[in-house]
């Protein structure tokens, strides 16, 4: 989907090339339960359900604007398999199992984060995350290792876009994002829920 579907206002947006490459590691095909923490403008869990419809998507976020822009976003695109909670991760989340995790935001609360995505993701499910800056990216990786994630894969986003400036173009960059990528190896222990 462009950026240009979404409302935004001044939410933070996942731009639609690292969404497309952070959806494409989650591989939501076949899957059943998607959970989006730090949804910013629910970009990333709007795009999933739509793609999905059988894909059952839970989305938190805490920034009151962000809730806001989101419930805009779903009056917008009308959809049924979406539920928005308004809160913090993880301490608002249900302990459910999921198929599949996507992080856009975890303020101080990664560690916690990855903690409640390794107790519910099931067997083989994903867990995807962004980063911007290096130091949480690299706290990230240690404790996906801890908790015995498998098949880690960490790549950076540079994207540059077409822009006009005077008579002439060039290519203006977006911020480089680090997407990160692993799967829940463990038998996890809300896997029958
Ligand atoms: C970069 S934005 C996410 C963008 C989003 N993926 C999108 O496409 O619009 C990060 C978001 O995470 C939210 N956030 C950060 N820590 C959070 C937490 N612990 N619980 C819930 N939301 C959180 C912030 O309020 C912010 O809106």
């Not at 917008?76 to 996507?102: M, T, V």
């Not at 390794?118 to 867990?127: E, I, K």
Request: proline share 4%.
């Amino acid at each position: 989907m462009r950026d240009e579907e979404f409302l935004r206002n001044k939410v933070p947006m996942t731009k639609s090339e690292v969404r497309a490459i952070s959806l494409d590691k989650l591989d939501l095909s076949g899957k059943k339960r998607l959970l989006d923490i730090g949804a910013g403008t629910g970009s990333v869990s709007i795009q999933a359900a739509r793609q999905f419809p059988q894909l059952q998507v839970t989305a938190i976020e805490r920034n009151p604007q962000g809730i806001d822009i989101i419930q805009q976003n779903l009056n917008r695109f009308q959809l049924s398999n979406f539920h928005l909670i308004a809160g913090e991760a993880p301490k608002d989340l249900p302990l459910q199992a999921f198929d599949a995790i996507f992080v856009g935001g975890s303020g101080k609360h990664l560690a916690e984060i990855i903690q409640y995505a390794a107790q519910t993701l099931t067997n083989q499910g994903t867990l995807v995350l962004n980063f911007i800056l290096l130091e949480n990216a690299l706290q990230a990786q240690d404790i996906l290792e801890q908790y015995q994630f498998q098949k880690l894969e960490i790549v950076e986003i540079n994207v540059a876009k077409w822009h006009q400036l005077g008579s002439g173009h060039y290519f203006k960059p977006n911020n480089p994002t680090i997407v990160m990528a692993a799967c829940q190896g463990g038998q996890s222990k809300n896997e029958e829920n």
